[in-house]
C-alpha cells in the first residue's frame, strides 16, 4: 500500500465524507410516493429518467475531462450535483424531469472523473491498491450513509436527505480544489487536439477490452437484481424486510474487511482470470436460489456476490487504467464506469418483467448469464485476444493533476 500516493488518500477522505451524504438514491421512490404524492408509475418514469442520466454522465464525463482537465470536470461536476439536489425538495414535479436527470448526470460525470484522477496518479503495478483505497472509502460512506439516511427521513422528512446530499457534494468540491492541484497541462491537450490515436483505433488494438466492457454490462446487470427483484423473491418466500437489511449489512462488512487485504494479496495475479473468477461467482451466487429459498440460501447467495464483486471490480477498473493512452485515460475510464453502473437501467427493466412472468426462470438466467460473461472474460485473456502491453509513464508525470506529497 506505499505505492498509494498520499494524494489519492487524501481524495479518498473526501470520497468518504462524500458518499456518506450521497443516500438519496436509496430513498428515491419512498420520497417519490410518500412525500411528493406521485403515482407509483409516475416515480418510475421519475426514477428511471434519473438513472438514465447517471449512466449518460458516467460514459462521458470522461471525454470532457480528456478535452478540457479532469479535475475542472470533477469540480464543475459535484457543484452542479449539488446545486441541483438542495433545490429538488421544493422544485414542482415537472422540474423533477429536468433537474433530477441533469443533477444524475453530473454526479456521474464526477464518478468518471474520480475515478481517472485516482488511476493516473498511481503506477501502473499499484493501480489495484489505488482503486480498493478508493472503493474502500465509497462502501465505507455509504455503510454509514444509508442508516444515518433512513434515521433523517425517519425523524425529520425525506427532503432533508436531498438538502444533506447536496451540501456534501458542494463541500467535496471545495474540499477536492485544495487536495488537486492544476489541471493537465498543455502538453496533454495539445495530444488530444492533434488526434493521436483515436478512441475506436485505441479499442481495437486491445480486443480484450472489447470483450471486457460488454462482460461488464452484463453481470451489473445480473449483480444489480440483488436491489431490486432479489427482496421480492425473499418477501414471496415469507423473508422479511429485515432479513433482506441484515444481507445488505452482509455484503457491506465483507466488502469493508476483504476487499483491501484481498487486492495486495492477489496484486500480481492475472487481473483477467481474477476477473473472470468475479463474474463466474456471481453467476453462481443467484444459481443458488434454484434450489429455493431459505435466509441461509440467501446468505449463501451475498457471500458469493460479495466475493465476485471484490474479485472483479477493483481489478476491472485498473485493468482498464493500465490499457488507457495518456490522452485517453479519461473517456477508458468513463467507458468502464458506463458499463458498472448500466445495471442501475438495466436490472429492473429487464429483471423486474421476466421476475412477473416466468419466477423461476430469473435465477437460471442470473447464473448462466454471469458464467458465459465469465468465460468470455477468461477467453479474453488468451494470448490471441489480450491488449497489447501498456506504457505506463511515471505517476506523477502521468497525473499532472494530484499532489503526491
Known amino acids: 500500500m506505499r505505492a498509494v500516493p498520499k494524494a489519492v488518500w487524501l481524495l479518498s477522505v473526501g470520497i468518504f465524507v462524500n458518499t456518506m451524504t450521497a443516500f438519496t438514491f436509496v430513498y428515491l421512490f419512498l420520497f417519490l410516493t410518500a412525500e411528493r404524492g406521485i403515482g407509483v408509475a409516475g416515480a418510475g418514469l421519475v426514477a428511471g ?24 470536470v470533477l469540480l464543475i461536476s459535484s457543484v452542479v450535483s449539488g446545486a441541483g439536489l438542495v433545490v429538488l425538495p421544493v422544485l414542482p414535479v415537472a422540474a423533477l424531469l429536468l433537474v433530477l436527470p441533469l443533477s444524475m448526470y453530473a454526479s456521474g460525470a464526477a464518478r468518471a472523473a474520480n475515478a481517472t484522477l485516482v488511476t493516473a496518479a498511481v503506477p501502473a503495478g499499484a493501480r489495484r491498491q489505488g482503486v480498493a483505497v478508493m472503493r474502500f472509502a465509497g462502501n465505507a460512506g455509504f455503510a454509514l450513509g444509508a442508516p444515518l439516511g433512513g434515521l433523517i427521513a425517519a425523524q425529520v422528512s425525506y427532503g432533508w436527505l436531498f438538502l444533506a446530499d447536496g451540501i456534501g457534494a458542494l463541500l467535496f468540491a471545495g474540499y477536492a480544489a485544495l487536495v488537486l492541484t492544476a489541471d493537465p497541462g498543455k502538453a496533454e491537450r495539445a495530444a488530444v487536439a492533434a488526434g493521436g490515436e483515436s478512441l475506436w483505433s485505441a479499442l481495437r488494438a486491445r480486443p480484450a477490452l472489447l470483450v471486457l466492457l460488454p462482460a461488464i454490462v452484463v ?90 464483486e471484490i474479485l472483479y471490480k477493483t481489478p476491472a477498473t485498473a485493468y482498464v487504467a493500465d490499457c488507457a493512452p495518456l490522452h485517453l485515460q479519461g473517456r477508458f475510464q468513463s467507458l468502464y464506469a458506463g458499463a458498472s453502473i448500466s445495471g442501475s437501467v438495466l436490472a429492473p427493466a429487464i429483471g423486474g418483467p421476466v421476475y412477473d412472468a416466468a419466477p423461476g426462470l430469473l435465477w437460471p438466467l442470473c447464473a448462466g448469464a454471469g458464467l458465459l460473461a465469465g468465460a468470455a472474460v477468461l477467453l479474453a485473456a488468451s494470448p490471441a485476444l489480450r491488449s497489447r502491453p501498456p506504457r505506463p509513464a511515471p505517476a506523477a508525470a502521468e497525473a499532472g493533476v494530484l499532489e503526491n506529497a
Open 219 to 308: 453481470i451489473d446487470t445480473v449483480y444489480r437484481q440483488q436491489y431490486g427483484t432479489l427482496p421480492v423473491f425473499l418477501r414471496d418466500h415469507g423473508i422479511g424486510s429485515e432479513v433482506y437489511g441484515a444481507l445488505m449489512a452482509v455484503n457491506g462488512g465483507l466488502i469493508l474487511l476483504l476487499e483491501l487485504p484481498a487486492t495486495v494479496a492477489l496484486r500480481k495475479r492475472s487481473p483477467l482470470r481474477m476477473i473472470a473468477a468475479g463474474l463466474a461467482l456471481v453467476g453462481l451466487g443467484y444459481g443458488l436460489l434454484v434450489l429455493g429459498a431459505s435466509v441461509w440460501l440467501a446468505v449463501a447467495t451475498l457471500v458469493l456476490l460479495t466475493l465476485g
Open 49 to 72: 429518467v434519473g438513472g438514465i442520466g447517471s449512466v449518460a454522465g458516467n460514459f462521458t464525463g470522461g471525454w470532457f475531462g480528456d478535452h478540457f482537465g479532469h479535475r475542472r
